[in-house]
Structure formats: structure tokens, C-alpha cells
């Protein structure tokens, strides 16, 4: 009650099977989002790069990625400040999250 309701972040994850950087990067992602708290609605959209042969020319050399709104946000490595600004720059209000909490349990 008395909040407001915030639309879905939609995060793009380009990856595929046996690969030791997108498990890396599936693993952050995910306590990155689980430390939000719920504040922020996440929708993670997974797409392994040899599904799609498109996607396999595209990212080959750079699984894995995340994408938010069609802007690549970070390849191979997990980025915790370039999500954010990425989720920031769609538009989401994340003033009242509670970052200090989150920065000291997530890391990089």
C-alpha cells in the first residue's frame, strides 16, 4: 500500500552452456538482483548465443552480455555501477533503495 507501482526492468542475458564466465555472471546477476530487495521488478531474459545464429555472430567473441534496453551494459565480466546506471537510465526511481546495505553485501 502507498507505493507506487515500478514497471518491469527487462535485462537481456546473452550466454551459453559450458562457459565458466557466464556462470560467473549468472551467479552475481542473480544476488545482484536478490539484494534489491523486491524494490525493483527484474524480468531476466536468458539467451544462449547458439540457439540463434544471429545472436552467435553477434556475441560470439563476447558472452557473456547483458543488455537493458538495447544498450549493451557490460560483456564477460559482471558490472554492478554500469547495471545500475543502465536500470537508473530506464527511467526506474531507485532513490529510496537502500544502496549502502546492498554495497556491502554484493561486491563485484
Sequence with gaps: ???????????????????????????????FIANLGGQIAVDVLMRDID?????YKRYREYVPVLVVND???CHYFFDRDELMDAIKGAGRCLDDLPMSEYENQAGN
Design 1 to 31: 500500500m502507498g507505493q507506487s507501482r515500478l514497471n518491469t526492468v527487462e535485462i537481456i542475458f546473452y550466454t551459453r552452456q559450458d562457459c565458466r564466465l557466464c556462470d560467473d555472471m549468472e551467479s552475481k546477476l542473480n544476488a
Design 51 to 55: 540457439d540463434h545464429s544471429q545472436w
Design 71 to 73: 544498450e549493451e551494459v
